[in-house]
């Protein structure tokens, strides 16, 4: 909308950017999301995490360094960046749900159940209590 209304709708190209601005959000809240549930152990966990923020604030960082003055009055390119990103970000969860379904199917195919781990008492420790990743417990699934 932004690129294709004219300048004369002035509320239409407002609403415009409003609606944009929605998009970045539930995206990111999602990868959030995402990164804490699919990881499991608290170093992989945090190390995920920190990975997302750090593209983020990098985003946040060199977005604003689009917007030059060579490509005004509408900013055909920056508006064409945005919108390939508000395109692509659905594709890649859908690519990323797409593995983790087939990771959760082939450790079911293959019939991959939690180990059985021990304190040094001999007493049995539940894996989520345990420093594991995610590939390491093979009891893991993933959640979708």
């Known amino acids: 909308m932004i690129i294709s209304l ?3 709708a002035r509320g239409a ?3 415009a950017i409003y609606i944009g601005a929605l998009g970045g959000a539930p995206s990111f809240v ?3 999301a995402w990164c804490t549930s699919t990881n499991a152990g608290h170093t992989k966990k945090t190390t995920a995490n920190a990975m997302i923020l750090i593209g983020y604030c990098l985003g946040n960082l060199l977005a604003p360094q689009m ?3 060579q490509y005004a009055p509408r900013y055909y390119v920056p508006w064409g ?3 390939a990103a508000h ?3 659905p594709i890649l969860f859908l690519v990323i749900r797409w593995g983790l379904v087939r990771e959760n199917a ?3 195919r293959e019939g991959l159940v939690g180990e059985k781990y021990y304190d040094e008492n001999g007493d049995e420790v539940d894996a989520t209590f ?3 990743t995610d590939k390491q417990n093979v009891g893991y699934r993933y959640p979708l």
């Open 6 to 8: 004219p300048w004369s």
């Open 13 to 15: 190209l407002l609403s």
């Open 30 to 32: 999602i990868a959030l």
């Open 67 to 69: 917007w030059k003055a």
């Open 81 to 83: 960046v945005i919108l």
């Open 87 to 89: 395109a692509i970000c």
């Open 106 to 108: 082939r450790r079911d």
């Open 130 to 132: 345990l420093d594991l």
